[in-house]
């Protein structure tokens, strides 16, 4: 049997440990000559108005200059960095732009050629991806030669771990990203990631572990140092092998086991050669979850914080991408509002699949989805519907204060500039270098 090769390495230095993670996997053994090279880092957020935690959010720049340097090596012209970033507002071509530029990618292209796009600014070809999914991802992605895949190595609060197959999800558009989190419980957001490579062009993965995320995938997990890499020629052995190291079995990863099942493969690691360090010297266990208390109705630091009075049910896999960028803020902004004075019975519902409970006083009916899934619901005393897809901060902060949760508006209508709050974790920690996200011209 001829097994996938997987290559794990410790990052110690520019080019050379990149190089060892390629050369080790033999990941780019098979890149045709002048091929036309897509490389896909992951992006999940950014903002132009404070500088925020990037360290395990998002690929190092060091690694995507090092994969660029690489290529050329092999005399590879032409190359594409795309990426389909979340921001606040669907349409923004502002924030995306701010990203590429302030992550070097202006230096990459005077340097070395490498164009870069927003891929909400290019078209987008509709994919049939089998199992009756049908979703449009960018075109240029689809019309390269070869794919080279960057994500990073961290976990993920809905899908558990988010690597080399999840990352793809930043090529299909919005509408595709909706329909991923559907409301159907057996094809759900797990079943719609685990297909998103079966129509890649031949793809290099690698993981970029020098910076992980616990609870991620984004500013507000547990980032840690770990300087860790991991490559494959093949995206779901590199996927089994990183949720190894980040302390699950491929087969308690529900997206991992259902591409594993379509694709025919064992789960167990048998068809796969692990080279270079081995998993068990590397593996760190990472939770992928935020805690809540035992009825899921509210977050467990919410609880220890004595809150009464509200029910802001366990997020569900139907919550969709732009719903879970505010979700995580308005927490915060509950937190914040929070004075020791019970609230009146007010619950919070979200996603598509949420059901009101009975005896409730106030309902927030958080988004369209949830609007449109509830609005005649019997067990609804008094609706407070926030309707926009994604909601509006302003929409937001009227919804909860109308339920008498005086959340501060400055949170949620400066929502770009609360991420800096979260910096403070990592000041005076010298092993969270802004270095590795900036490319001298």
Not at 175 to 193: T, V
Not at 336 to 361: C, F, H, N, S, Y
Not at 397 to 417: Q, R, T, Y
């Amino acid at each position: 049997m001829n097994k996938s090769i997987v290559s794990i390495v410790h990052y110690e230095n520019p080019i050379e440990s990149v190089r060892k993670a390629v050369e080790l996997s033999h990941g780019l053994d098979h890149l045709p000559p002048n091929a036309k090279i897509f490389i896909k880092p992951n992006i999940v957020f950014w903002t132009k108005e404070v500088p925020f935690p990037k360290w395990g959010v998002i690929t190092t720049s060091r690694v995507v200059e090092d994969m660029v340097v690489l290529l050329k090596e092999r005399g590879i012209a032409d190359i594409t960095i795309g990426e389909g970033m979340v921001t606040n507002t669907p349409r923004d071509r502002e924030t995306p732009a701010h990203a590429f530029k302030t992550l070097g990618y202006n230096a990459l292209k005077k340097r070395y050629g490498v164009k870069y796009i927003n891929v909400f600014e290019r078209p987008f070809d509709k994919v049939d991806l089998g199992a009756g999914i049908v979703f449009n991802f960018n075109t240029d992605i689809l019309h390269s030669d070869f794919v080279v895949d960057l994500p990073v190595l961290k976990t993920h609060n809905q899908a558990k771990v988010s690597l080399g197959i999840k990352n793809l999800k930043g090529m299909i558009d919005i509408n595709s990203r909706k329909k991923s989190h559907s409301a159907d419980q057996k094809m759900d957001l797990n079943y719609h990631i685990a297909r998103l490579a079966n129509k890649m062009p031949p793809m290099f993965t690698l993981l970029d572990g020098i910076y992980t995320n616990e609870r991620g995938p984004s500013f507000d997990g547990r980032i840690r140092r770990s300087n860790i890499l991991i490559a494959s020629a093949d995206v779901l052995s590199a996927d089994m092998v990183g949720a190894k190291v980040l302390g699950y079995e491929p087969s308690d990863v529900p997206h991992l086991a259902h591409a594993a099942q379509y694709m025919q493969r064992p789960l167990d690691l048998s068809d796969i050669e692990v080279v270079g360090k081995r998993i068990e010297d590397v593996a760190s266990f990472h939770e992928y979850d935020f805690p809540y208390v035992k009825n899921n109705t509210l977050r467990r630091s919410l609880a220890r914080m004595g809150i009464k009075g509200l029910s802001y049910p366990k997020y569900d896999l139907s919550m969709c991408t732009y719903c879970s960028a505010i979700n995580g803020i308005i927490l915060f902004a509950i937190a914040q509002a929070w004075r020791g004075k019970p609230w009146d019975d007010v619950e919070v519902l979200t996603g598509k699949i949420m059901k009101p409970a009975p005896g409730k006083k106030k309902t927030i009916l958080l988004g369209k989805c949830m609007y449109e899934a509830n609005r005649d619901h019997p067990n609804i005393q008094e609706m407070i519907p926030v309707k926009g897809c994604p909601p509006s901060p302003k929409a937001v902060v009227k919804a909860f204060h109308k339920a008498g949760i005086k959340i501060d508006p400055a949170i949620l209508e400066n929502i770009d500039k609360a991420s800096g709050f979260f910096m403070g974790k990592y000041e005076g920690k010298p092993e969270f270098e802004e270095s590795f996200f900036t490319i001298l011209s």
